[in-house]
T-cell receptor
Framework: AQRVTQPEKLLSVFKGAPVELKCNYS??????LFWYVQYSRQRLQLLLR??SRESIKGFTADLNKGETSFHLKKPFAQEEDSAMYYC?????????FGTGTRLTVIP | DSGVTQTPKHLITATGQRVTLRCSPR?????VYWYQQSLDQGLQFLIH???????AKGNILERFSAQQFPDLHSELNLSSLELGDSALYFC????????????FGQGTRLTVV
């Protein structure tokens, strides 16, 4: 079965501290991996895709095929980063989402 | 603005009723996905259509149905509504059926009273 696991439902960090949101995926074929962000129950917005290898709003994510992980990182968290973050993978006519991690940045 | 349009934005209805949610995908996108987001269950995949045909089905109840029309817009029909159906319903679209990112609409907030 194709799965995306985000082990942390809630994550709180202080402003300026590093943040890492974990994502593990089940291995099947060659999926594309994404991170989506949702601010205050608004629409989900694409934050990162693994094939572009870019940094958006200071966030980066490295695909580790050996560990089947795609963790999202930022060296210095900002208050405006507080949001819901979803990891997603493609496969079998679907886009599979993890259960999401709610990040709270404490001022 | 993602280019995906969902109507209505808000809907309040009574238990036992039937509602239709509408989604217009981005211009050129052939795939439409429907998701349900409730407070305690995160983002649940319901169904995926590609160019008018059903491609994948997720945790969609029998009381729910969907279709994609020739102009590629999609409708999600929810019937015999229950209190537990109250949620945010998102539509997303993408160009292809597989291995591609999806763009989300703003969602329809359904409240069943």
């Amino acid at each position: 079965a194709q799965r995306v696991t985000q082990p942390e439902k809630l994550l709180s960090v202080f402003k300026g501290a590093p943040v890492e949101l974990k994502c593990n995926y089940s291995y099947s074929g060659s999926p594309e991996l994404f991170w989506y962000v949702q601010y205050s129950r608004q629409r989900l917005q694409l934050l990162l895709r693994h094939i572009s290898r870019e940094s958006i709003k200071g966030f980066t994510a490295d695909l580790n095929k050996g560990e089947t992980s795609f963790h999202l990182k930022k060296p210095f968290a900002q208050e405006e980063d507080s949001a819901m973050y979803y990891c997603a993978r493609t496969g079998a006519n679907n886009l599979f989402f993890g259960t999401g991690t709610r990040l709270t940045v404490i001022p | 603005d993602s280019g995906v349009t969902q109507t209505p934005k808000h809907l309040i209805t009574a238990t036992g009723q039937r509602v239709t949610l509408r989604c217009s995908p981005r211009s050129g996108d052939l795939s439409v996905y429907w998701y349900q987001q409730s407070l305690d269950q995160g983002l649940q995949f319901l169904i995926h259509y590609y160019n008018g045909e059903e491609r994948a089905k997720g945790n969609i109840l029998e009381r729910f149905s969907a279709q994609q029309f020739p102009d590629l817009h999609s409708e999600l029909n929810l019937s015999s509504l229950e209190l537990g159906d109250s949620a945010l319903y998102f539509c997303a679209s993408s160009v292809r059926a597989e291995n591609t990112e999806a763009f989300f609409g703003q969602g329809t907030r359904l409240t069943v009273v």
